[in-house]
């Protein structure tokens, strides 16, 4: 079903809005692993640590969801559709990689607040692993983007079928 | 210029019975990235290079019995 161009513009903006704050969100969170890295105070390891759980559960994952529900509605009510187009393809397999590992790391983001908490500090192997999920999430999420405005062309075999089923019944 | 993105056809004129087009080649490679990535790390799980993953990894032995995430 086609929306209506006020209700595709309504959505297309809450895409728009809800991935630029996942992007924007996972940019805060890199910097306070960062800061974990390059910083051994106590406090400041245990405030960035309580911060990042904060940030992962309130910000990066509701934001993610919010993207990829409204990505989900964009493509099944627009021209585009789901499974049609290569990039539109590739996008939503690339945003459910990035939730469920961004849903699996957060476990272990809070285990590590938990123990920052208590200790003032943590395994740097943590801090390590946290930028490389987060990197990795970001390299991701500029993937899709880059999909988003270029559009890179080519049907899938679905999409064809739905072109040519089109064609012929003008 | 032909109507069906990525036809094989180069006669302009679009015909049904010709072969399905094949992926654009943006697709094949990032296949082949995709598919190199995944062997990477089923590499890395199964030679546990990269050690245990998850909350787990960074409780030391003494804390084992202690702290669960």
């Given amino acids: ?170 | 210029m032909n109507k069906i993105p990525n036809s094989n056809s180069d006669n302009g004129v679009r015909s049904t019975e010709d072969r399905p087009p094949s992926a654009p080649r943006w697709v094949k490679v990032s296949g082949i990235i995709v598919i190199i990535l995944v062997l990477l790390l089923a590499i890395l799980k199964i030679t546990g290079i990269g050690g245990n993953h998850g909350p787990g990894r960074h409780i030391s032995p003494t804390e084992q019995g202690v702290k669960q995430p």
Avoid: C
């Fill in chain 1, 1 to 170: 079903m086609i929306m209506k161009p006020g209700l595709r513009k309504m959505i297309l903006t809450l895409h728009i809005t809800s991935s630029v704050g996942w992007i924007g969100a996972v940019v805060g969170f890199l910097v306070l692993v960062v800061a974990t890295l390059s910083n051994q105070d106590a406090q400041t390891v245990r405030a960035a640590f309580i911060s990042m759980e904060l940030i992962g559960w309130f910000a990066i994952v509701p934001f993610a969801v919010a993207s990829l529900i409204s990505g989900l509605v964009m493509s099944l009510g627009t021209k585009w559709g789901l499974f049609r187009h290569y990039w539109v393809l590739f996008k939503l397999l690339l945003t459910i990689l990035a939730i469920v590992v961004l849903i699996l790391n957060m476990q272990t983001v809070s285990f590590l607040a938990s123990i920052a908490i208590e200790k003032g500090n943590v395994d740097p192997g943590g801090s390590l692993g946290e930028l490389i999920h987060a990197g990795g999430g970001l390299l991701v999420l500029l993937v899709t983007t880059i999909l988003s405005v270029y559009k890179p062309r080519g049907l899938t075999k679905y999409g064809l079928r739905k072109h040519l089923g089109q064609s012929s019944e003008l």
